[in-house]
C-alpha cells in the first residue's frame, strides 16, 4: 500500500466534480480526482446548459469554448395534436439580466471534455478506474482509502468532497440519509437523426391528454434529442427498445426517425440528502439531490454546489478566511435544492399526470396562458430568470447582509453594462472585490482599501437603475459573484465589521482605484 497526500480529494469526475476541481485549482489549490469509470461518458445525457453556469465560466475563461462547441435554441415552440399552439422566442429572452440572454444546449459529455481538458492543461488528470474502498477523518484532516487495478493507496486530505453520483460511496459512507421517491412513469430518451417538423435550433414540446414529448438540437451535426413517456402497453416490457415505441414516439414528437445513435429508458427520482456535510468531507450535484429533468436544473444545480464550496474550501485552506465560512455551504445549496425538488415535482406531475380532467387543461388551456404569459417582456424575463438560475439568492444565509435598493445580501449581483464593458469583468479575478454605482468617496475607498480589497467604480446609468442598484450604494461581492453585504451609504465600518468577523483576506493585495479602473477598461 502507498501513501500521499493532497489538500482536497474529489470523488466522482462528473461535471461537477471537474467544475470543483477546476475552480480550486484556478484558485491555487492542489486537488486528487477520481473516477471508477475507466473513460468519460459518450453519451449527451444533460443537454441545458444555464445562462447563470456560463456565468461561471465566464470568470475562469472557459465561456468562449463551451459557446463554440453548443447550440443557440432560438426558440420554444408548443405543439398539440391540432398544430402549432404557442411560440415563445429564446434568442434573447434573457436580455439586460445576463450576458448570456439566450437558452444554450451543449451534450454533457462534450461539456465534460471541455472541462477535462482545461483541468490537464492546469495539471490535473482525472485519476480512472479508481475507487474510493473508504475514509475516516479526524480533527486534522480526511484519510482514504483507494483501489486501482488491485492496489490499494492511502490518500490524506486536508478536505474530501464525494461528487460521485446518485448512488454516493461518499455518502453511504458517511451514513446520510436520502429520502424521496420514483414516478411511477417509464421514460424513453434517444439521440436520433430524423426529419419532420422540428423547429430548426429549437425546442418543440407537445403537449396531449397522455403526457409530453419533447424536440431539441442535440449537437451541431444536427442530430435531435427526443424525450417522451413510454406507452402504457410497454411500461411492464422485460427490454424496451426503440423499435417496440417507435410509432408512438414518431406520432408524438412528429419526427420520422432514420437513424438511432442512442436510446434508453430510466425512470425519475426526486431525493435530497438529509446533510450536505459532515465535518470535513462534502457531498455536491447528485450525491446530495436528484430531482425531474423539468427546466434542465439538474446538472447546472451540481455545477453551482461545486462553485458555491470551491472558493470556500480556498479561502479556509489558504488562510484567507476563518473555518466558519465553510459552515454556510450546506443551508446554502441544501435550501435551494430543496426549493428546486419541490418545484420541479409540482411542474414534472403536472407534465405527466394521466388524469383525464389535467391531460384536457394540458392540451386545450396550458398552450393558451404560455402564450399570453410568455408572450410579453415581463413574462419572457420572468420565464427567464425562473430557468437560467439568475434568481438563485442566499439571503437567508448567515453570511448574507443589508440592503440597498432592491438587492439584499445573498442576491446575485445583477448584471449591468456601461461605456467600458460591464460589471461583470472583475469577476474573473475570483476574489472578494467592492462595487459602487456613481462616485465612490475618497474615505470610504481608502478605508476599504486598507483591508487589501479592491474597489470597483462604475458609472451610474439607467440600467443601473432599472436593475435594482442605489446611486453611490456600496456592494461587497464574493468570489461567485453574489452580494455578501449591501448598503445604501458608504458606510466603511460596516465592511470592516463583515471583513473582520470572518477574518477575510483577498487572494491579492489591492492596487490603487485609478489601477483597477485601468484593468477594468482593459477588460
Known sequence: MTASNTQVMIVGAGPTGLTLA??????????RIIDKDSEPGETSRALAVQARTLEFHRQIGIVDDVLAAGVRVEQLTVRTPAGIAAK??????????????????????IHERILIEHLERAGVTVER?????????????????????????????AYLCGADGARSAVRHGLDIG?????YEQ??????????GAATRNGMDVTVSTYGFAIVMPVRQSGSLRLIGVVPKAHEADEAITFEAIRAAVERDTCIKVDTVNWFSTYRVHHRVAERFRVGRVFLAGDAGHIHSPAGG????????????????????????????????????????ARKLIDSTDKVFRFATSRSRLVGMFRQYLMPRLMARLLGTNVGSRAFFGLISQTAINYRGSAISTGSAGKLSGGDRLPYVEDALGDNFAPLTALDWQVHVYGEASPAFVWAIERTGIPVYEFSWTGQAEKAGLVLNGAYLVRP???????????DPHAFESYIDALAIKPRRPAVSRAENQKMLSAA
Open 297 to 336: 436544473q439538474g446538472m447546472n444545480t451540481g455545477m453551482g454546489d461545486a462553485i458555491n464550496l470551491s472558493w470556500k474550501l480556498a479561502a479556509v485552506l489558504q488562510g484567507r478566511a476563518d473555518a466558519r465560512l465553510l459552515d454556510s455551504y450546506e443551508p446554502e445549496r441544501i435550501a435551494f
Open 480 to 490: 461567485d459573484g453574489h452580494v455578501a453585504l449591501a448598503t445604501a451609504e458608504q
Open 22 to 31: 477546476l475552480w480550486l485549482k484556478r484558485l491555487g489549490v492542489d486537488v
Open 186 to 195: 417509464l421514460f424513453y430518451v434517444a439521440d436520433v437523426e430524423g426529419t
Open 129 to 157: 478506474r479508481t475507487e474510493l474502498a473508504g475514509f475516516r477523518q479526524d480533527a486534522g484532516g480526511v484519510t482514504a482509502t483507494l483501489h486501482r487495478n488491485g492496489v490499494s493507496e492511502t490518500v490524506r486530505a
Open 178 to 182: 436520502f429520502p424521496g421517491g420514483t
Open 88 to 109: 415563445l422566442r429564446l434568442s434573447d429572452f434573457g436580455r439586460g439580466v445576463s450576458p448570456y440572454s439566450f437558452a444554450f444546449a451543449l451534450p454533457q459529455d
